[in-house]
């Protein structure tokens, strides 16, 4: 094979077309998740200032832990637990203070007409309405 530096060959041609297509397609995939991070983290941030727990006594509860699911369909729950109480935002625009109530297995959550339970086990929740699952294969984001 002959190499000529200075001339424009097929297989040179279909790297180079190949080299940009890809980064620019790793530019894009790394651009959307560190977008989608930045947005759950500044949304966590908001809920963590307008979600602080307050007990029964109308007081800022101390001992809370929060936690940040993500869900199928670009569903996010964030949770702040607190006694046997958990506050829940949605980012639907929804938000739920429930209490804890008897499970098997894991902690569950429910209103006190039991339309809306928030299961949560390990790393892992889901949300059941009226019976039906709206919130499903959540996992606890890491940061």
Do not use: H
């Not at 940009?20 to 200032?49: D, H, M, R």
């Not at 809306?116 to 059941?128: L, M, P, S």
């Amino acid at each position: 094979m002959n190499i000529q530096w200075n001339k424009t060959t097929p297989f040179s041609l279909i790297t180079a077309i190949i080299l940009f297509i890809a980064v620019f397609a790793l530019g894009f995939y790394l651009g959307q998740k560190w977008g989608t991070a930045k947005a759950i983290l500044e949304l966590n941030q908001e809920f963590n200032e307008e979600y602080v727990p307050i007990n029964d006594n109308g007081n800022v509860e101390n001992n809370y832990i929060y936690a940040t699911f993500t869900c199928e369909n670009n569903k996010i729950i964030y949770a702040t637990f607190f006694n046997d109480n958990v506050q829940l935002y949605l980012n639907d625009d929804r938000d739920f203070l429930l209490s804890q109530t008897i499970s098997a297995s894991g902690a569950r959550y429910a209103t006190e007409d039991e339309s809306f339970v928030f299961w949560n086990k390990g790393n892992t929740a889901f949300i059941e309405e009226d019976g039906l699952i709206t919130y499903e294969n959540c996992i606890e984001e890491t940061y």
